[in-house]
């Protein structure tokens, strides 16, 4: 029995208390219509809801609704963030519907989805949010009796006397729970006796999702709702100056046009954006805003260097080669220089990716409906609460009148924790007074920033006469900032190394991409890694695993960042799995393993050549989360990372010229699609009763690694640039 | 405004708009049916895809003065309970992540399956590469499409 206090936040818990106007915490019909499936048609609907917590409503006929507190962007926390709370509460799945919370920053925290965290960081939360709740029905159950607590149990939310006849449902007794005080200690439940987390739940949306309701933000409508749209200069480096307002105003359709400025002080990180003065314009529908667009004729004037794919290429090889840019050195162990002196061989590389964009399938858009001392905002935001705080500087507004709510997103990748098109909307509702939908069409998504910087980075390793890794060595160069993770593997497994991080600048603007820098990172290692193997004239799984035991046995430095056991668990495990010894005619295969957002992933891939091309066959992965909430969800997060990396890394970049981006929509830039996917991928999760750590992410880095290593293994040739569809010779092809 | 008299799930619908303007739009912004979706607005990502006369199209390439006289059929009217074997699929196979793309590989799938009922792998690759899933969703979408043509 895990005992734990309740103070993790106190203020989430507050007395329970019968639900006002229904019991509707939002009261907000159009996201309390995105209640999950239909399960209130079936089980009737209470006529009195009961707010046991900031997570847990419970009406009287039994039905449960549970407050999912993050964005969903995919990841699918809507399903997997109730079912924690549903563990420790103890309720019949069928009987839970879950709605989106709205921003509440007194009753959750860590409001937001990035950085792999969701889960992470919210599982105590969520779990003590049931395990209070349960408490206390039970509670009342006891005091109603006349027993005591330690004499009843409970099962899928009905309560019962151990020695006796007695059971009532939660429903039933939830009015008596009203006023009751929070206990000071609950008891959480043993790991192994869950129920209900481990077993896999269907998406709680699946069912609007394919019947097409009313979910994401583009989807949103409110009656007098105008749309407005915007166009930014068609270049970074480029400013408006003015353009022809009175000819677009005159535009059918069209109820103003102007230009907004959403420069506010002290800017945050994610107050990042391509361009802060924009042209705005307002009107009744999407289509004939387009066609205002079109019509724009504007002065743009330059304000700083307009930039080319050539000046990035040659910015990042200049800082590698003399070191201009900000260069840190990230980590030094031993003393690398004289290790390469006295190696027997040394090898070298250069690895580099492009820029890249986001393109989440449903573009940037938000609804704000800003009045004189209000501000209403919902959409699609990965960071609701700074949000809320950026809208509150750029209105000059406190942070108590403005509402943030969420909707469902059409991706996120990163590209929704950046703010600026919420502010956009706000300051376009302010200036026509009326509620209003900002929308971005692809080219506005595309072209606009906050991309994937582009890297390049030099890798060094220096073995001894047997083979033996003594020196390594990573430079790494990032418009704007260098990719370098220094203390992570191979740090701590050789006694010489060296890791430096080069930032160097750009106007093109940069944001997270869905994991961060690691996507780079693990292409890159891992294939140079894999080469490293193979000078030394040993099986890659091998190398890595021999580096590992070195980090176990012992470890070079103190500040390394992973478990050395756990890295080289998922190496066994896929190399057990995907019977990493044999050989099948035809089948070439890559590996590679990365650690990050605290979780562990190893993949093979499975390549042949079709008419000459390299398609992907089979991906096994193995993944070490901790404890698996939703494992068939779990599974899925793991087949789109793969697929995501290997798309990405094969077929994806954004070029520039004379500071405008080439490509704006997917004419030009090439996403993965369907025949390109890998036809099968096979999930294995390390089974371990550790709390659970990132899964959106983690599945995507090696995924870049183990595709180039195939290649190799197919084409013998080693693809050290993305992407690699471009730099594939077919006729150099040997397999 | 000229008017048109459109059939959309096998109802009526009568709209003002501008002659060129893309059925996608109509759709959503005069009829409320959001259902479907805008990805790219020029037939590269195949979120909008509706059925016209029970085949595939891009409704943001559709202008709504060619729209007239055919049956539209979108998400909304695919079946009246989300009960179509290729919802069923779908959720059987749990495909969505974020969900957005889902309504336009649903209605490519519905019409391929009309036209193919047992499509074979490089069919299926075909016909679904026009519909792009940036969550990487492929894999499901694949087996879905092959459980629904058995359904
Ligand atoms: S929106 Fe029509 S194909 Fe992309
Ligand atoms: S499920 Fe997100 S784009 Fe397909």
């Known amino acids: 029995m895990t005992l734990v206090k309740t103070q993790y936040n106190r203020r989430s818990f507050l007395k329970v208390s019968v639900a006002a106007g229904g019991g509707m915490l939002i009261g907000f019909s159009w996201l309390t219509g995105c209640t999950s499936d239909k399960k209130i048609e079936k089980i009737a609907i209470p006529n009195e809801w009961f707010e046991i917590n900031g997570y847990i409503k419970i009406g009287d006929t039994g039905l449960v609704t549970i407050y999912s507190p993050n964005p969903e962007i995919g990841q699918n926390v809507r399903t997997s963030m109730p079912m924690i709370v549903a563990e420790e509460l103890d309720v019949d799945w069928n009987n839970v519907v879950v709605e989106q919370a709205p921003l509440n920053t007194g009753f959750y925290q860590n409001q937001f989805a990035g950085g792999s965290l969701s889960i992470r960081l919210s599982w105590n939360a969520l779990r003590m949010a049931g395990a209070t709740a349960r408490r206390m029905l039970m509670e009342a159950a006891a005091k109603e009796w006349s027993v005591s607590v330690a004499d009843l149990t409970v099962t899928k939310g009905i309560i019962k006397e151990t020695n006796g006849e007695r059971t009532v449902s939660y429903g039933k007794i939830a009015s008596n729970a009203v006023g009751m005080e929070i206990p000071e200690e609950v008891e959480l439940k043993e790991i192994k006796n869950f129920e209900l987390i481990g077993t896999s739940k269907k998406n709680v949306d699946g069912k609007k999702i394919i019947t097409g309701e009313p979910l994401f933000g583009l989807d949103f409508t409110r009656e007098g709702m105008q749309l407005a749209m915007i166009q930014h200069p068609p270049a970074f480096g480029m400013k408006v100056k003015d353009f022809n307002e009175a000819e677009i105003k005159a535009m059918p359709g069209i109820t103003d046009a102007f230009i907004i400025d959403t420069a506010i002080d002290e800017p945050d990180w994610n107050d990042e954006k391509g361009f802060l003065q924009q042209i705005a314009i307002v009107g009744d529908s999407t289509w004939q805003l387009m066609k205002a667009k079109k019509a724009i004729k504007a002065n743009w004037e330059t304000v700083s260097e307009l930039e080319s794919s050539e000046m990035h290429t040659i910015k990042l090889e200049q800082a590698l080669a003399s070191g201009s840019g900000t260069i840190e050195q990230a980590r030094k162990d031993g003393n690398p220089e004289a290790a390469f002196k006295k190696a027997a061989k040394v090898i070298e590389r250069t690895y580099t990716s492009p820029f890249m964009a986001h393109n989440t399938m449903e573009p940037m858009n938000f609804f704000a409906n800003v009045t004189e001392n209000s501000a209403e905002l919902i959409g699609p935001t990965q960071m609701p609460e700074p949000l809320e705080k950026s809208v509150s500087k750029l209105l000059n507004m406190p942070i108590e009148n403005i509402t943030v709510n969420m909707t469902r997103m059409g991706g996120g990748f990163g590209r929704r924790l950046y703010v600026h098109y919420g502010l956009e909307a706000a300051i376009i509702s302010k200036k026509t007074g009326t509620p209003v939908k900002l929308i971005y069409t692809r080219e506005d998504d595309m072209t606009q920033g906050t991309y994937r910087p582009a890297y390049q980075a030099t890798y060094k390793a220096g073995l001894d006469e047997n083979n033996n890794l003594i020196a390594f060595s990573v430079k790494g160069a990032g418009l704007p900032e260098g990719p370098i993770f220094p203390n992570r593997f191979p740090a701590g497994t050789v006694e010489n190394y060296s890791a430096e991080k080069i930032d160097t600048e750009t106007n093109v603007t940069t944001g997270a991409w869905r994991a961060p820098r690691s996507h780079f990172t693990a292409g890159a290692e891992q294939s140079f890694l894999d080469e490293v193997a193979e000078l030394a004239g040993k099986d890659p799984i091998d190398f890595r695993l021999e580096l590992f035991d070195r980090a176990i046995t012992n470890p070079v430095g103190e500040k390394n960042e992973y478990e050395a056991e756990r890295y080289a668990g998922v190496l066994k495990l896929v190399k057990e799995k995907s019977n990493w010894g044999e050989k099948t005619p035809g089948v070439h295969r890559g590996v590679a393993a990365y650690f990050c957002h605290s979780t562990y992933v190893a993949e093979v891939v499975d390549l042949v050549l079709e008419n000459g091309n390299p398609k992907v066959k089979k991906v096994w992965c193995a993944v070490d989360c901790g404890i698996v909430v939703n494992p068939d969800a779990a599974v899925n997060m793991i087949e789109g990372g793969v697929i995501d990396g290997i798309g990405h890394a094969m077929y994806s970049e954004l070029t520039f010229n004379n500071g405008a981006p080439n490509e704006s929509n997917f004419d030009r830039y090439q996403l993965i699609r369907h025949s390109q996917a890998p036809e099968e991928i096979e999930v294995f999760f390390v089974k371990n009763e550790i709390d659970p750590t990132g899964l959106g992410e983690p599945g995507l880095p090696p995924a870049v690694g183990a595709l180039a290593n195939a290649i190799y293994a197919a084409t013998g040739q080693r693809l050290t640039q993305q992407p690699f569809a471009k730099y594939l010779k077919p006729e150099k092809i040997i397999g | ?151």
């Open chain 2, 1 to 151: 405004m000229p008017k048109y008299s459109l059939k959309i799930n096998g109802e009526k619908r009568s709209v003002e708009v501008d002659s060129d303007t893309p059925l996608l739009w109509v759709l959503r912004d005069e009829i409320g049916l959001v259902g479907t979706k805008y990805g790219c607005g020029i037939g590269q990502c195949g979120s909008c895809t509706v059925h016209v006369d029970g085949s595939a199209t891009r409704s943001c390439l559709l202008q709504v003065s060619q729209a007239e006289g055919v049956n539209i059929t979108t998400i909304e009217g695919l079946s009246k309970d989300g009960d179509h074997p290729v919802q069923k699929a779908w959720l059987e196979h749990d495909v969505p992540q974020c969900g957005y793309c889902q309504a336009g590989q649903i209605m490519t799938a519905a019409a391929l399956l009309k036209s193919n009922p047992n499509p074979s792998d490089k069919e299926i690759d075909a016909t679904m590469s026009g519909n792009i899933c940036r969550c990487g969703t492929y894999l499901r979408i694949k087996q879905a499409v092959k459980t629904a043509s058995k359904l």
